[in-house]
């Protein structure tokens, strides 16, 4: 394992620095130290880095114009920031999504670490160009960090727009999405013939296909890699808390407390990996998430161990 | 894995149980006491099919249509899924649909639906126990699990305006056109039954109770009250 190994840049350094010196003013979280941050990964062979836990946005975000829960989001956001978050994921398939990260932002101010990462997806209707210009202006930001085609849908066609608008410098990364598994071959045959920043795709400790190949690859193309579903649609920790199971003495040696820390550790802690975005409405939920990047993380044959621990259930 | 063996039901629910209760609660707060008036049509609709006067029904009830889909689609709900602007369409074109019997007696029985005999009665009965549920039954078992501006009323919230108006579409056409008024709000109830289900909220078995009893009334009317004669 090489996790430790980070690229980090003077200003990077200071911003971390920032951070911590923030934590320490902030109230005390549960589980966290005030010193502590989460664990950073570079973003393919960038000098850039990302905090390994992020957060998406599906069906969590999409309240509408509901007063009650533009406010309950916005704390979350908050503590998302506080908590050292960077990357939060959306797409204009969420519904109402993009306008409550909108609403959180202009609200809160715009966080330093915040990677706001967005998504094309013809269904919505509009040019690419469109779609970029009316999501900065829901999100209330002047550009993405990222922009993803979602679903492969009309990947050609956009990918070849996202380009442009990164040459322009109007995107600093551009991707392509897929989720459940979906169209992996297609994912690989992308992967490997177009010049993209970062793949999104479905892994967790139950659903492991992209190990085969798309990791790999992306390793290989220094791709950087976002991993959705890590809880599998929640039916994972769900189905694991109403069984009572038990997390395994030998995981807390990884600072596996609980099972979101066990799940989400096993995901950004493969090497291809550079991170994960659970969604919640939960803050409590939220603080297990962000635990979750914090050292120690398990090496390849712990992470072994781990996956054998889930099948025999 | 096949592209579209892996898409689940929950794929196409963008919000979860939290949100969609509290757009009820909102629409319910924002549009009170209008409450009162749409009921009282609701009412006054079930009243004049009994007494055959199905024009006037038909004529009452389309314009709340037109008002669920501008107020409950497209204000609303549309701020949680894109395709509420889709659905709005429908609801606009039920409400047209159902101007045609109130403007020119299109598909209305002749003879009143108290009159009606045999098989034809009960789903006649079966309409006029639907329209009651979509009226009454329905608000007072969610007043039973949920808070007062969640309990959905007819012609502000679109399931109890479905149900009853499909209870009155039993009770008042005959044919094939019990089919043409009844699609969209069967279409409608399986449509928000499935997406209370994935919610895993209890309400979703009592639309599809009346989407079942609506689809077997529908049968028998047209298979038993279609002759020549009945209609116009």
Redesign the interface.
């Given at each position: 394992m090489h996790h430790c190994v980070h690229r980090l840049t003077r200003r990077h350094c200071l911003k971390l620095l920032t951070a911590a010196m923030a934590a320490g003013l902030l109230p005390a979280w549960p589980g966290f130290a005030a010193d502590s941050m989460p664990w950073q990964k570079p973003i393919g062979n960038s000098n850039n880095t990302l905090p390994v836990i992020g957060m998406g946005t599906?069906?969590?975000f999409?309240?509408?114009?509901?007063r009650?829960?533009l406010a309950a989001r916005t704390e979350l956001v908050k503590a998302f920031f506080a908590l050292g978050g960077g990357l939060i994921d959306s797409s204009p398939?969420?519904?109402?999504a993009p306008d409550v990260m909108g609403y959180a932002l202009a609200q809160l101010g715009k966080a330093d670490s915040l990677f706001a990462a967005e998504k094309i997806w013809s269904?919505?209707g509009g040019s690419a160009r469109e779609q970029v210009a009316d999501l900065q202006r829901r999100w209330n930001i002047a550009q993405f960090n990222l922009l993803q085609v979602h679903n492969l849908t009309d990947w050609r066609e956009h990918l070849a727009v996202l380009r442009e608008l990164k040459a322009a410098g109007k995107v600093g990364y551009i991707g392509i999405t897929t989720s459940?598994?979906?169209?992996h071959a297609e994912v690989e045959q992308i992967m490997a013939a177009e010049d993209i920043d970062f793949v999104q795709l479905t892994y967790n400790i139950a659903q492991r296909?992209a190990e085969q190949r798309l990791l790999p690859l992306a390793a290989e193309k220094g791709i950087a890699v976002i991993a959705n579903r890590p809880y599998n649609?929640g039916s994972l920790i769900k189905n694991l808390k109403r069984r009572g199971e038990r997390i395994p003495g030998w995981a807390a040696e990884y600072g596996c407390n609980s099972w979101a820390e066990f799940l989400l550790k096993f995901i950004v802690s493969h090497p291809a990996v550079t991170c994960a975005i659970p969604a919640t409405?939960q803050l409590a939920h939220l603080q297990e998430n962000m635990r979750a990047g914090l050292n120690p993380m398990p090496a390849a044959a712990a992470r072994q161990q781990m996956a054998r621990f889930i099948e025999a259930l | 894995m096949t592209s579209y063996a892996s898409y689940q039901l929950q794929d196409f629910v963008p919000f979860s149980a939290e949100v969609y209760f509290r757009l009820l609660e909102r629409i319910s707060e924002s549009w009170w006491p209008l409450h009162v008036l749409s009921l009282a049509l609701g009412i006054a609709a079930v009243v004049l099919a009994l007494k055959n006067r199905g024009r006037l029904a038909c004529l009452l009830i389309a314009p709340v249509w037109a008002f669920v889909a501008l107020v409950f689609f497209r204000q609303h709900y549309a701020q949680l899924n894109w395709a509420a602007n889709y659905i709005a369409y429908a609801f606009f074109a039920q409400a047209i649909l159902l101007l045609l019997p109130a403007l020119t007696g299109f598909g209305l029985s002749k003879s009143a639906a108290a009159t009606m005999p045999g098989r034809g009665a009960v789903a006649i009965a079966m309409g006029g126990a639907i329209a009651v549920t979509g009226l009454i039954v329905q608000p007072l078992i969610a007043l039973m699990g949920a808070s007062g501006w969640q309990v959905q009323v007819f012609g502000i919230h679109a399931d109890p305006t479905a149900i009853t108006t499909l209870g009155l579409v039993l009770m008042l056409l005959r044919g094939w056109r019990v089919w043409l008024l009844a699609a969209i709000p069967l279409i409608w109830l399986l449509l928000s039954g499935l997406t209370l289900w994935v919610l895993q909220a209890t309400a979703a078995w009592l639309l599809f109770v009346v989407l079942a009893a609506a689809l077997s009334a529908c049968v028998l009317l047209c298979r038993f009250l279609s002759a020549a004669g009945r209609t116009r």
């Open positions: 599906w069906r969590t999409n309240v509408g114009s509901d009650q829960l398939m969420y519904g109402s269904p919505a459940h598994g979906r169209r296909d649609g409405t | -």
